[in-house]
C-alpha cells in the first residue's frame, strides 16, 4: 500500500469529536493530541477551570478546542452541552467518554473493610463510570444515529476483566463499561447503521490524580507495596505515560479502524497477559 494511502487510513483532519473528562489527565492528552492531527474537539468536563486551560493550551498551538463545562451525570447539561457543540463545531462526529474514576470512599482498607464500605460512595463510582458513559452516549449517539455514522469511544480499564484489590465498585463499573461497549455496538449497527462503531480501550496503569494516593506515598512520594507490586506485575516494567494512548485513539477513531467494532483494547504494557509466575 503506497505511503499516501496509508496515511490517509488515520487521517482524522476536520473530525469533530466530543471528549469528556477533557479536563483530566489522559483525556486532556488525548484531545491535545487528537487536535495535534487536526480534529476539531469539545471537552467536556464538571471541572470548568481544567477544561478552559486544556483547551486555551490547545488552542495556543493553533489547534481548535471548544470548553464545555458539564456534569456527564445530568442529562439536562448534557442537552445544553450537546446544543453548545452543535453550534461551535456544527456537529458530531465521535465521542471519547473519558470521564470517570474511583473516589477513597469507595476503596477498601484497613480502616474500611468491604463490609462496612459506605453503599452511596459505593453508588457513586458506579454511577459516575457507568451512567457517566450511558448518559453522553444517549445524548451524542442520538445525533450519530440520526445522520447515520459516527465512533464511540468508551475508556474502560484493566479493571473491567481483572478486577483489582480494594476498589470494587470502580472495578464493577468497569466491568459493566466492557459490556455496555459491545451491546451498544450491535445496537447501533442493527437499529441505526452499519456505519456506527463502539468500542473502548483498557488503559493499564498511569499515574494520574484519581490513583495516586493508592500508588504513591502522601509524605514521602516513594511508590507504596501497591504501586511497586503494579510495575512488577507489568511486563514492560512502569507504569504507563498518557501520550501512550493515542495511538490506539487515532486507530480506533479514523478509518484505519473501519471494521473494529465492540472490542476493548487493552493498552497496559502487558499487564493483562501476566499471570506473576
Ligand atoms: N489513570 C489510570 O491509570 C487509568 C487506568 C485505566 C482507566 N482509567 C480511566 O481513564 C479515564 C480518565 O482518568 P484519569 O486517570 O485521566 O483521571 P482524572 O481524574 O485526571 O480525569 C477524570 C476527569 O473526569 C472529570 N469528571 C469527574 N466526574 C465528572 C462528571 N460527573 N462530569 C464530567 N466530568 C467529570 C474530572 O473532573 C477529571 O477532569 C477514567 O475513566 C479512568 O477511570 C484511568
Request: hydrophobic share 45%; glycine share 12%.
Amino acid at each position: 500500500m503506497e505511503s499516501d494511502r496509508l496515511r490517509s487510513l488515520f487521517d482524522i483532519r476536520g473530525m469533530r469529536v466530543v471528549i469528556t473528562g477533557g479536563g483530566g489527565v489522559l483525556c486532556s492528552e488525548i484531545a491535545r493530541g487528537l487536535a495535534g492531527a487536526g480534529a476539531r474537539v469539545a471537552l467536556l468536563d464538571v471541572n470548568e477551570r481544567a477544561v478552559r486551560d486544556v483547551a486555551a493550551d490547545i488552542e495556543s498551538r493553533g489547534g481548535e478546542a471548544l470548553a464545555v463545562p458539564c456534569d456527564v451525570l445530568d442529562r439536562e447539561a448534557l442537552l445544553r452541552a450537546r446544543a453548545a457543540v452543535l453550534e461551535g463545531l456544527g456537529g458530531v462526529d465521535a465521542l471519547v467518554n473519558g470521564a470517570g474514576g474511583n473516589r477513597p470512599e469507595a476503596t477498601t482498607g484497613p480502616e474500611q473493610p468491604f463490609f462496612d464500605l459506605d453503599a452511596a460512595a459505593f453508588e457513586r463510582v458506579l454511577n459516575l463510570n457507568l451512567m457517566g458513559i450511558v448518559l453522553p452516549s444517549q445524548v451524542f449517539g442520538e445525533v450519530m444515529a440520526r445522520q447515520g455514522a459516527g465512533v464511540i469511544l468508551n475508556i474502560a480499564s484493566i479493571a473491567a476483566t481483572r478486577p483489582l484489590t480494594r476498589v470494587p465498585a470502580y472495578s464493577a463499573a468497569k466491568g459493566a463499561v466492557a459490556n455496555l461497549t459491545q451491546w451498544l455496538a450491535v445496537h447501533m449497527s442493527q437499529e441505526y447503521s452499519k456505519s456506527i462503531r463502539v468500542n473502548a480501550l483498557a488503559p493499564g496503569f498511569f499515574l494520574t490524580n484519581q490513583n495516586r494516593y493508592l500508588l504513591t506515598d502522601r509524605e514521602t512520594g516513594e511508590p507504596t507495596a501497591r504501586g511497586r507490586s503494579i510495575v512488577d506485575h507489568t511486563p514492560l516494567g512502569r507504569y504507563g505515560q498518557p501520550h501512550e494512548l493515542l495511538g490506539a485513539v487515532l486507530w480506533l477513531l479514523s478509518p484505519a479502524g473501519s471494521f473494529v467494532h465492540g472490542a476493548v483494547i487493552p493498552v497496559d504494557g502487558g499487564f493483562c497477559a501476566c499471570s506473576g509466575v
